[in-house]
Every structure is written in structure tokens, then in C-alpha cells.
């Protein structure tokens, strides 16, 4: 940014309080922001009252080496016993997943039978020859053999990195070659939309440039046809049938490393995120309770992949570790109709639900009509998570999915904060409609100016974490170089997240994208974020991008990329009307210069919108990585609309 400013423009009055029977049942009620004052003794407390530790930790952080913070270091545990074997004697036949498959199938799997399947998986992966700190990389579907896979490396201490099931061998290819991975555990074909991703012949590719990789399991699912490696590949089900259903689980330091993931690539090459033991159950129980307000009956469904931290955290990791039954549903959520998720909410009278808005820009364009197809009065509790979300967005989520009855936690954090970071507590905050509220407890982020100065309160800059917490990433897979100049370089002693924020004056933070995406247009720096939230809360308009392009008179110029609604043609008058209501929204200034219609908008495997490739194709340059994207060949189709379409 030039200026050390954002300029404010969407300006949201509407504010909604949780109810009294909601405050009242709350895990979290607003004294808990006081009694985290002292937040390394707090991180301490919930890492000490909520982990079963082999050997408890007597020092919270240490900070001698900064940035390569240690927490709880003397700390012995292991995270798959967390997760399983100390609910056996009280929730043992409790569910842990009611598992939905694409075609239909269903599997509801206990604590019990999850123990034993992670205890038997990880004898199977000794027998491969795979020890403690060996690195397993990880390519599946949505399968029960997915989580199941995780905690047998958990069990023995092997690192795991997964490769979220819908990458091309190239990028599976790189992510083994980075982390040096020993076994890759994959499975014949996912299911798709009624088709097969073909999974094995994928991995096939990938290994082929792939020395490290002695052995290959492969779980069958789709029954495809594939091709087996003599001495090389095996069947899951072989591999399974003799192994001894109990394992020791490993005596664990709490800093030693438990996965690599890499992120999700939205501004350029992946980079190898390190979680370690400790700190990170630590952190994603106390934000899975809090934040989801967990109790005993809930029935939580995280729609995330987990391929993505999403997952990780809060399909396979928080909830387990805090006893609870899950959702994990395998499939398209337009497969085989646009109610799907909603039948599977109504099926399982899911209480707490956990999706992106990319999904609810979906849902919306899909239709009002598929929720209203089932009865979704189970839910007591909607989170989003991925990107900022459009006021209008979170108005749809409220009405259609929580019939105005539910508190809606906007969770903002990333692959490197491990855990949730900035959110409400639904019992202590009442929420504004985009706005992710305030930091966790414990957590410490302000909006700084470019020499990393408190703007103060309202005001608006660059997001930055203020202190350390527990769940934080310990490095970048073999470049502490880069994660020193990524994260801890721009600010002194704070920790940068890329990400630009805005506080209004009662302090709530506005989540506005990343800086590099901020736009300067005739000297004032303006968010990606609000110009497009103005759009979409357009009727016409289902999803819209944003970009500053080079022009030789503002500097940059708005350039938008609209998706419309079902029914609505993009058509002259229609792009004159967005342009009005834009500067009717936000002010004359926010007006797009051009607007090109396009039938859909890069996005990376996660669902996040590309900006830099809308960048690219405005300024007619070079299009940059594309490796990440799920739609690649929208990018040509958006080139081809922008080039016919002519500015005014
Ligand atoms: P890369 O770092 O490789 O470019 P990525 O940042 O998209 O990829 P993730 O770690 O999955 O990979 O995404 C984290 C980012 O997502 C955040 O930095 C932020 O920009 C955005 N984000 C996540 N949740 C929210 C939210 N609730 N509100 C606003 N933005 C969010
Ligand atoms: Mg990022």
C-alpha cells in the first residue's frame, strides 16, 4: 500500500446478539477475554486441563530463539492417544464419524472401532518400514481410511503430508519431492459427481519422480482398473487383514513436527507448512470448543476437504480430541442434486455446520429452493471459514440455512496459524454481517501501518499478530530463511499474515484479502473485499472478482469480473446499472472501470477466488502459475470475454 491507510467504504449497521438461552447454555461467556489477559498462563491452562499428557509441560513459550518459538516443550503426549484411546472407557460406542459416501453408502464408525482400525494401520505402517519423524504423503478422497490414515502416523510418529485429492501429478509430484516422503498411502479412484477421479493412475505419474517412495498403499474404493507395482503397491484390505488391532502409541515431544501441508497456493508457489505436537492440539481443542460451543450431543459437520487445514483441524484433530460425533461426507455437494448437503443435515439432524463462502455463493446461486427441501431446524450454530464473506452472503446463511435462529462465527486464520484466530464466540459477541469480530482469546492482532504502527481503532492496514500463540507454524519445510522473511520480516517481533484488516469503532475487525490484492486508485488504497461485497449485494449478481489494473490516469482502475444469477443476462444495461449501483453503494470512487460477465471465476482447489490471474489477463500480460487452480480453463475464456469486451 502506499498510503498507510484503507480507505473505509462499506459501512455495515446490522448487528445481531446471540439469544439469552444461547448466551445462557454459552461454553464461553465475555469474562473470558479478561481471564485470558495473561494469555501465555492461559495458553498453559487449556493445554494442561484439555491434553492427557504422557508427561506434563512446566514451561509454556520459549521465545529465546525468535521467530522459531517453542511452546510446552518438556512436554511429552501423542495426539492419536488424545484422539481415541482415552474416550475408550467413556465413549467407546459413541460415533466419531457418520460417514457418507458419494453414491450413497454410509458407515458410522465408534471411537472404539476407529481406535481400532488407527491401531492397526499403524502396525501396518511399521511393517512397511516406516519409523518415527519419517515423512507419509497422503492423496485420497474423503474416505473413513483418510483420518484413519492420520492418526496411525500420529500413533508412531511419522509425519504426515497430504495432498489434497483433487491436485495433478505434478503437484503431488512436488509435494513428495519436497518433503522427502517415504510411503505414499492413496487409493484406486474418488468419486466425483457420479465419475472417477482416477487417484492411483495419478500417483503413478507422481512416483515415477518420486525416489523416495519405497511403498504404496492403495485403498480400494471406486474398483477401477488399475495398474499394481510388483513389490512396490499394496491393497489396503491385504495389508490390514493380520495386523494386531492394539499399537503402543509413541511417546511424543511436544515440539516435534506432526504434518507438513502445504498451502493453498492463492499468491504462488506452495509452501510447506510445519505443525508440531503440543501447541497445536492445544490450540485447535480450546478454538473447536469455544468457538463451535461444543457439547456432548452435538453433531458437527465441517464440509471442509481434508486435504486443507480446514480439515485437519476440525474434522480430524479438535473433534476428535474433544469426544464429539462428526459429519464427513465424501462428495460433490451438487451430487446427485443441489439439496445434497441438505438431506445429509437433515438426515443426521446435524447441530453445528461449517462451511466456506465460495459454498454459500453456491448455495445461493443454486437456488432458495433446495434448502427449503428439508428441514434444517437442527442447526444452533453456522461457521465460515476461507474467505472474507459478503454481507449478503451471511444474510442468505442466516435466513435460508439458519433460519434467522442462528449465530453465524466467521473464523478467520490460515494453513499457518494451525488454528482458528480471529472469530466471534457465539455466546459472548454479538456479530456484524462480514465481520470476523475479535481475536481468540489469548490471541493477540491490530491493524498496524507500514512501519508496523497501531493505526488505532477505527482505522484500517495490514493485519498483524501481535505475540506468539501455541498452534502457530514452527517453520517452512526445510527454508527457515523463507519463513523468517515471509512472516517475521515486515513488522518487528510480529508475525505478518499477508492479509489487509479494517477495525470500525467499537474495534470489530473487517477481514479485506490479501495486501497484494489492495487496489491504489487516484491515491487511495481501496479493498478488493468491499467493492466486490458492493457488487454481489447487487440481486443480479451471484459472485463477483476484483482487480487494480495498470491506467495512465488513476494509477489503477477498478476491473471486475461478474458471475450473475440463474436467469440473468449480462447485457449492457445490466453492466451500467452495477456500475451506478456500485458508486450508489460505496461511492463514486469504488465505480469498476470495466466489467466483463463470465460463466464462473478462477479458483484454486479450495474454492478461492485467483486474483492475481485476473490481474494478469486485464493487463494483458503473461499469465502467471496456474498449477493451483481447479478451473484452468476458465482463465483462456475470461481472457477471450475481457479482450472482446471494450471500457468506456
Ligand atoms: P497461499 O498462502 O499459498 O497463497 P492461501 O493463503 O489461500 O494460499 P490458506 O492458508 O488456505 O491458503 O488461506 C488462508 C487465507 O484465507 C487467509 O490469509 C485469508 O486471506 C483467507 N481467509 C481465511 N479465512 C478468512 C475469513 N474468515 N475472512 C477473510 N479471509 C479469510
Ligand atoms: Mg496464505
Known sequence: MADTTLENLLSEERVFPPSPEFVAAANAGPEIYDESADWEAWWMKQALERITWFEEPTVGLNAENAPFYKWFEDGKLNLSYNCLDRHLDTIGDKVAYHWVGEPGDTRDITYAELHAEVSKFANALKSLGVEKGDRVAVYMGMIPELPITLLACARIGAIHSVVFGGFSSDSLADRIQDGEAKVLVTQDGSWRKGGVFPLKEHADVSVAACPTIEKVVVVERTKNEVSMTDGRDLWWHDLMADQAADCEPEVMDAEDILYILYTSGTTGKPKGIVHTQGGYLAGVMATHDLVFDIKDDDIFWCTADIGWVTGHSYIVYGPLANGVTGVMYEGAPDSPGFDRLWQIVDDYKVTIFYTAPTAIRAFMKWGDEYPAMHDLSSLRLLGTVGEPINPEAWMWYNEHIGYGECPIVDTWWQTETGAIMITPL?????????????????????????????????????????????????????????????????????????????????????????????????????????????????????????????????????????????????????LKELRDHVAETIGPIAKPKSIVFTADLPKTRSGKIMRRLLKDISEQRQLGDVTTLANADIVATIAAESAASADD
Do not use: C
Request: charged content about 20%; proline content about 7%.
Open 426 to 574: 457465539p455466546g459472548a459477541v454479538a456479530t456484524k454481517p462480514g465481520s470476523a469480530t475479535f481475536p481468540f482469546p489469548g490471541i493477540g492482532a491490530t491493524a498496524v501501518d507500514e512501519d508496523g504502527n497501531d493505526v488505532g481503532v477505527p482505522g484500517g492496514g495490514f493485519l498483524a499478530i501481535t505475540r506468539p500463540w501455541p498452534s502457530m507454524l514452527r517453520t517452512i519445510w526445510g527454508d527457515d530463511q523463507r519463513y523468517v522473511d515471509t512472516y517475521w520480516s515486515r513488522f518487528d517481533g510480529k508475525y505478518f499474515p499477508g492479509d489487509g484488516v479494517k477495525r470500525d469503532d467499537e474495534g470489530y475487525f473487517w477481514m479485506l484479502g490479501r495486501v497484494d490484492d489492495i487496489m491504489l486508485i487516484a491515491g487511495h488504497n481501496i479493498s478488493t473485499t468491499e467493492v466486490e461485497s458492493a457488487l454481489v449485494s447487487h440481486p443480479a449478481v451471484a459472485e463477483a472478482a476484483v482487480v487494480g489494473r495498470a491506467d495512465p490516469v488513476t494509477g489503477q482502475a477498478i476491473a471486475a469480473f461478474v458471475t450473475v444469477r440463474g436467469g440473468v443476462t449480462g447485457d449492457d444495461a445490466l
